[in-house]
């Protein structure tokens, strides 16, 4: 006969397999399964004996941890999707679930939850996305038989009658052809270099990703055109993994003549981590810690089991971690004596995408530098647009700020105005899905395609808008402290007889605005 063993808190249940050796009642996945009551135990361990002294499965008695866990590491997907679905069970679901019985969670307790994740100020997207991962989960837990239905399932119909209005985001925000000039103009100045003048613009007329323009390498810049065939994705390690685009959206974007000569002088030569020629390098320090004595953060995650971004949670006192992981993540870090290190000198070999967002396209199309006090970008007025001040009293030593130019743009609001600025252009719609790596399923796009014509007359309208853009700035002042930017507007001031300038500007080297 099986017994019930009491074990801290919680009960097992174990069954004779033969004279002097006994088993204990098991789940599909092979971990022990924890009962409630005495009771319940013992009637496991006697169906365990009955039924050939084989495991048997306790529908719903597994805890959510213990089932996530072994959910993921059967996962064979990219590993940017890995990455993501490991920080959503890590820093989202086991602050809740955890402990919790699967048998135990309810449709009510998925929505407590979400509700409570949208009072902790998160996104409503990003809520939506959590909640997915949850579903898929659960759904699995479904398949194995280990619960009778999926909890984490929406149900339609309920609640307030709201409509779309409920879970409505901001209004996307986008700029024009000048702005995304101007933008770029100031990005340059704050990093020192034409780099980020061209990767900016390059983004605004092309509504390439971010990743595929990080991971854009020379071989692909063509006349007229740019082939998209990968990207680079930064795991919370800080590699930057280099794999398809999204979607597998391989394609060739339309290019105008003057943005190929750009990039054709842009290139940033080959970087050590994949040993190949990209257009793009990095602008700030690169972490030092590779190369520095002592444990990673790497490490430490490593040793506790948990992501990167896991451990930085912790290093940074966030509520979003649990207490139980909390606790494996500080063992590690008292056990391998980590420290956080300094940066290096050195370049890093590609922009990091929070960095690029925060410190150069913030600043620049808002005049604002982030925080919770949102500071204005101190400059020197002359030469316009002026020139950031950085350093001790830098307020002080300063005479003006920026101010904005779109509020609220992000770097993949430009893809939008990509988008935008071909709807004006009347761009036909299978020649934009084209330009975007968009796949259009419907009956009528399966008989449309692009012609070299749509592409010329594209190519033509993007030169226009450019052209004006740069006229706009050149009425402005005829100059400007950015290298590249200036050569242009001298190019243009030679090819236009009716351009009168208003005087000379000083200019800047490329890297004297630091």
Known sequence: MGYAEKRGGYWRARYKIEPGKYGTVQDSIGAKVEFRTKREAKKAADEAEATGRRPVVAQGRMRFGNWANAWYERQDLAASTMQNYRRHIEEHLLLTFEDRELGSISSADVDAWAKSERAAGYAEASVKTWRGTLHLILADAVDEGLIPSNPATKRRGRGKRAGRSRSRGPEKAITTALGVLLIAERAALLSGRDDEFTALVTLGFTGVRWGELVGLEAEYVRPAEVRIEWQLYELDSGEMHRCPPKDDSRRTVVVPTWLTGLLRAQSAGSCTCHGRTYVFSGHRAANGAARQPGPKLVDVARRAGVSTGTVSAVLNERDSVAAATREKVVEAIADLGYVRGATTTTLAAHWRRTGFATWLFQPAATGR??????????????????????????????????????????????????????????????????????????????????????????????????????????????????????????????????????????????????
């Open 369 to 514: 530098y982030p925080g919770k006090a949102l500071r204005p970008v101190p400059i020197l007025g002359e030469p316009w647009p002026g020139v950031p001040v950085r350093g001790r009293n830098a307020a002080g030593r300063s005479d003006t700020c920026w101010v904005p130019i779109a509020p609220g743009l992000t770097p993949h609001g430009l893809r939008h105005t990509y988008k935008t600025l071909m709807i004006e252009l009347a761009t036909p719609p299978v020649l934009m899905d084209e330009q975007l790596g968009h796949l259009d399923g419907s009956v009528q796009a399966r008989y449309s395609h692009t012609t070299p014509e749509m592409r010329k007359r594209l190519r033509d309208g993007l030169t226009d808008l450019w052209t004006a853009a740069l006229d706009a700035r050149r009425e402005i002042r005829p100059s400007s402290p950015v290298r590249v930017l200036d050569d242009l507007l001298s190019e243009g001031a030679r090819s236009s007889p009716k351009f009168l300038p208003n005087g000379p500007g000083r200019r800047l080297g490329a890297g004297s605005s630091r």
